[in-house]
């Protein structure tokens, strides 16, 4: 499996992905054609330098997906941050290391990067993700809230 940088013949797969779950079915819309937001979505994010929309292709079918973005800021001394979203792991490879894999790529970039500390946020049902965020090394420092707009 090829971990690359996701293209616009891969947004599709990458949708399919994100609404592979019981989360992913009540916020995404995976219809034919593709809402047109998906496709602004997917050029904003490639036009930012600060931004990485990658895949796990395997033989040419995305199998995973991560975005990841840098944010410059002035707390920490300066420190740039790189936060991880939108992560998932096709339900038949769970548990089987792709996803290890993914987050082993994300975290040597954002040290390549510069970054001095990669964060993520997960929805708090998703307890087998937590576990997994855990084992990897990520701890529980803060409690994250969002405001829907």
């Not at 002035?74 to 548990?95: F, N, Y």
């Amino acid at each position: 499996m090829l971990i690359r940088d996701a293209r616009r013949a891969d947004v599709v797969g990458i949708v399919r992905l994100l609404a592979d779950d019981v989360l992913g079915r009540q916020r995404e819309r995976l219809a034919e054609p593709l809402p047109e937001a998906y496709w602004r979505a997917f050029e904003a994010i490639e036009r930012d330098p600060n931004n990485r929309l990658v895949v796990l292709d395997d033989q040419g079918t995305v199998v995973g997906c991560l975005q990841l973005t840098f944010i410059p800021g002035l707390s920490h001394q300066g420190a740039e941050r790189a936060q991880i979203e939108g992560v998932r792991i096709a339900a038949g490879l769970r548990g089987q290391g792709a996803g290890k894999r993914l987050f082993e790529w994300a975290i040597a970039e954002a040290r390549r990067h510069g970054s001095r500390m990669l964060q993520l946020t997960t929805d708090k049902s998703r307890t087998d993700a937590q576990r997994f965020y855990l084992e990897l090394g990520f701890r529980q420092t803060h409690e994250g809230m969002k405001l829907d707009l």
